[in-house]
Each structure stands twice: as C-alpha cells, then as structure tokens.
C-alpha cells in the first residue's frame, strides 16, 4: 500500500524530470546547431522497435506525404496510403526490425494483397453509384 501511495505522488515529478532534461538536452542541440543530429538520434532510437516511431521517421512521413498529393481524389489517396504502410512495413520485416509481431505489423501485411484486389472494384462502384439523392432532387 506504501509504495503505491509513494509511486502514486512520485510519478508525475519523475516524468516532469524526464521532460525538464529532454528540453535542457534540445535547447543544448540547438544552440550547438546539433538539432537534426539529435533528431536522427531520437528517431534511430525508436524506429526499429516499434510500428509507429518507423512512421515518425522524416523520411518516411516525407516519401508518405509525397504519395498523398500525387492522388487526386481522397478514395485513391486512402488507398495509396494503406499499400505505402504495407509496403514499408514489409520492407522493415525484411530489414529483420524487431516489431515482426507485431499485431499491427501482421494486420497490415496481411490486408494488403486485400487492398489492391478490391481497390479497383470499390473505385468503380463508389464513381458509378450515388448512395445519395443528387441535390435538390425529388
């Protein structure tokens, strides 16, 4: 009971210790002109054990960001981004990252054959019915 009442208070200062040396540290990059070194250290640290931090890599969000605007409708856009996370998980998996099981990993590979089978046929329904009465249609 003690030491749940100790964590209890003690946690929000350990985590706003943590957060204190962390500026301390990019304020100290910065003014060093360090700051994308630290950055890659950041991002190198992260983006071989976990899913998320691989798409917080600049060159990732970049090359994803790339595949976005060279859509030009939101349903092609959706699509594109779901076969680019597949992709790039699949590459990380054969990069032998440590998140290979991953549940998001394995739902992802596992959709992506998924995604490029129905894409056209969805494309095609979704253009040539209107699942709503045009405007100011009777």
């Known amino acids: ?3 749940g009442m ?3 208070y003690l946690g929000p200062r350990v985590c706003a210790e943590m957060l204190i040396y962390d500026c301390r540290l990019m304020n100290t990059a910065h003014n060093l002109h360090e700051s994308k070194v630290l950055r890659k250290l950041f991002v190198e640290s992260d ?3 976990d899913p998320q931090a ?3 890599d600049p060159e990732v969000y970049f090359s994803l ?3 976005i605007v060279s859509e030009s409708d939101d349903y092609r856009r959706t699509l594109r981004t779901a076969v680019f996370a ?3 998980m ?8 440590h998140y290979r099981e991953s549940l998001q990993v394995l739902t992802l590979t596992d959709y ?3 995604f490029l089978g129905l894409s056209e046929f969805l494309y095609h329904r979704i253009r040539t019915r209107s699942f709503l009465p045009a405007f100011g249609a009777s």
């Open 54 to 56: 691989l798409f917080l």
């Open 47 to 49: 983006r071989y054990r």
């Open 6 to 8: 100790v964590l209890l």
């Open 1 to 3: 009971m003690l030491t």
């Open 90 to 97: 699949r590459e990380a998996i054969r990069k032998n990252f």
């Open 112 to 114: 992506h054959d998924g």
């Open 65 to 67: 960001a790339k595949v």
């Open 86 to 88: 597949c992709n790039t």
